[in-house]
């Protein structure tokens, strides 16, 4: 059986949970308990915040998690094992960013220098500034980073942004990114059985595979033989098609195939200049 670490409650809670369900993982789901067992596949899952992911993978209490990138490296410990990055999942993106408020003359990260900066992650400002080679006053805050400038607890702050609007509605503008975050599959760096590597491995591929789907669609449609080279042009990412003959008609075709790209209807119209009719898409669940 092996372990994975997961959000309890929050932002990532919900899109990990649908990802585990579209790698055909089912719990007897109860957000109250510390730990869910899949019905179906050897895995127990163990809800905890967000911060504490890191040390369980670390320590190997969790064999995996599923944790932003963000609390990883705020996390890493110098000189010690750190859990590697399997995979990227392509969502909880979001930046770590300096900003400063409207009036602030920001002139680059020289303008950090000798300032209090605000922020959740002392862990990753620390590196940063002394990578940078930057003096400035770090102030930990846990929550509401943003409000420090108008309190006048800090000059800059350094937060989590995604749309944007928090910045904005407290006057404060994004001047700098330190990091670009979105949700990963750490492993813990502890020895692993043969059997845990095993099942690791089979989620991976599963997840592969569930990744893969979504980006690609099948594509059906009728065409002529003659009408196959056009048909390729407007469609690039198209695999080696399954053609047909359609019955009772010795010219036209059916032509199947999977599609390794998002199908616009600017390329459906496309296809029908090429000659192709009765053009279904549709998407793909699984491909191993
Ligand atoms: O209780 P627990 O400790 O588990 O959760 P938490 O409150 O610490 O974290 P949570 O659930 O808020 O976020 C979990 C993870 O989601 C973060 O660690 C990031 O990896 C990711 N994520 C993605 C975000 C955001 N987007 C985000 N926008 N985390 C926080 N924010 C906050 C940000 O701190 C700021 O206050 O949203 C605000 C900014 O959003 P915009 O859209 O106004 O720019
Ligand atoms: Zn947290």
């Not at 900066?117 to 400035?136: C, N, Q």
């Not at 979105?182 to 813990?188: A, G, K, N, S």
């Not at 789907?213 to 009408?227: F, P």
């Not at 196959?228 to 047909?244: A, D, F, N, S, Y």
Request: some cysteine; overall charge negative.
């Amino acid at each position: 059986m092996i372990r994975l670490a997961l959000q309890k409650s929050g932002r990532l809670t919900e899109k990990s949970v649908d990802l585990l369900n579209r790698c055909g993982l089912e719990f007897n789901w109860s957000k109250n308990r510390l730990v869910s067992r899949a019905t179906n596949f050897p895995l127990e899952l163990m809800l905890v915040r967000d911060d504490d992911i890191p040390e369980y993978v670390r320590e190997g209490v969790c064999d995996i998690g599923l944790v932003g990138e963000n609390v990883l490296y705020e996390n890493l410990q110098e000189g010690a094992l750190n859990p590697t990055v399997e995979r990227e999942l392509g969502f909880g993106r979001c930046r770590l960013s300096f900003a400063v408020p409207e009036a602030f003359d920001y002139q680059g990260i020289q303008s950090l220098r000798g300032r209090k900066i605000a922020t959740s992650y002392p862990g990753i400002l620390g590196r940063y500034l002394r990578e940078k080679s930057l003096d400035a006053h770090v102030i930990e805050i846990s929550g509401s980073v943003e409000i420090t400038p108008v309190l006048g607890v800090a000059d800059v702050i350094l937060d989590l942004v995604s749309t944007g609007s928090t910045l904005r509605s407290n006057n404060l503008k994004e001047v700098e990114t330190l990091m670009e975050s979105q949700c990963v599959l750490v492993r813990t760096p502890e020895p692993l059985s043969s059997e845990k590597s095993a099942l690791i491995d089979r989620l991976l591929r599963r997840l592969d595979g569930v990744k893969k789907a979504e980006h690609n669609k099948y594509i059906m449609m009728n065409a002529t033989r003659t009408s196959l080279p056009k048909i390729r042009e407007v469609l690039p990412g198209l695999e080696q098609p399954t053609v047909m003959p359609l019955d009772g008609d010795g010219d036209r075709l059916a032509v199947h195939a999977v599609c390794h790209e998002d199908i616009f209807w600017e390329t459906m119209e496309g296809l029908e200049e090429a000659g192709a009719t009765s053009i279904l898409v549709v998407p793909i669940e699984k491909i191993l």
